[in-house]
């Protein structure tokens, strides 16, 4: 049954009425709400300190309606200096400018039903210089292939670059010039394990890339449903690996 609770911030009190196997103890003006998980095992705590164990982009204003442009607030949830950054279902128009993922994000998690739009021709999604053990799935398309049409020579889903002993899951990349590029500069993008899913409709699916004496070795890649349609191939020569 729905139960009327109310929670107070910033001194104002607010109602609210859930559904839930969990407990949220009702409280009045003067104590703070507190949560507590079902199982007998379970222990309470606020509200507050429970929220606070995810940090959602739609934390710093990002919509995810396809058609607003979430790269800054995207950005500032990456640079907020939370560890792990989580990215709720919708359909994330990341314009021209990319994201880039800093060292300081342990864990970047795109839910399943959410997917990143990218109009640009640079790298949409940079990993960069990963602390060891990280993961990250993420989703990421571009609206149309026109690498085929000589519009695009440039473009890459995602790029990891320097990244060391994480785990990438790629669960949608297309229509881009590269797919996942693997790029070592100076120091090496190693012993990493990529979970690949769907990445079709890229010339390039996969790219292992050093430069400046870098390099990129040491790799393991799981699965992959890697695709190109005929009608790309009808006019360039077909997905290279």
Not at 150 to 173: E, H, M, P
Request: glycine share 10%; charged share 15%.
């Amino acid at each position: 049954m729905s139960s009327p609770y109310a929670i107070k911030a910033g001194g104002l009190t607010v109602a609210l009425a859930f559904y839930s196997t969990n407990v949220l103890s009702q409280v009045g003006t003067q104590q703070p709400a507190i949560f507590t998980q079902s199982g007998s095992r379970a222990v309470s705590r606020s509200v507050e300190e429970k929220l606070k164990e995810d940090v959602s982009v739609k934390d710093f204003g990002a919509r995810g309606d396809g058609a607003t442009n979430d790269a800054s607030p995207i950005q500032a949830a990456l640079d907020s200096g939370d560890s792990y950054i989580t990215v709720p279902g919708g359909t994330y128009n990341i314009g021209t400018a990319g994201i880039r993922i800093p060292p300081s994000v342990h864990g970047f998690i795109m839910r399943e039903d959410a997917t990143l739009i990218y109009l640009g021709t640079k790298v949409a999604v940079l990993i960069d210089s990963s602390p060891y053990g990280a993961a990250y799935a993420v989703s990421v398309r571009r609206l149309t292939a026109d690498w085929d049409s000589g519009k695009d020579s440039s473009s890459v889903g995602i790029q990891l670059r320097n990244v060391q002993f994480s785990r990438l899951t790629a669960n949608v990349v297309s229509n881009f010039h590269t797919g996942i590029q693997l790029l070592g500069d100076v120091k090496g993008c190693v012993v990493n394990q990529l979970y690949l899913n769907l990445v079709s409709d890229n010339q390039i699916g996969l790219h292992l890339l050093s430069r400046n004496d870098g390099w990129s070795n040491q790799n393991t890649i799981i699965g992959g449903g890697i695709s190109i349609s005929s009608s790309h191939n009808a006019r360039l020569p077909g997905t290279i690996y």
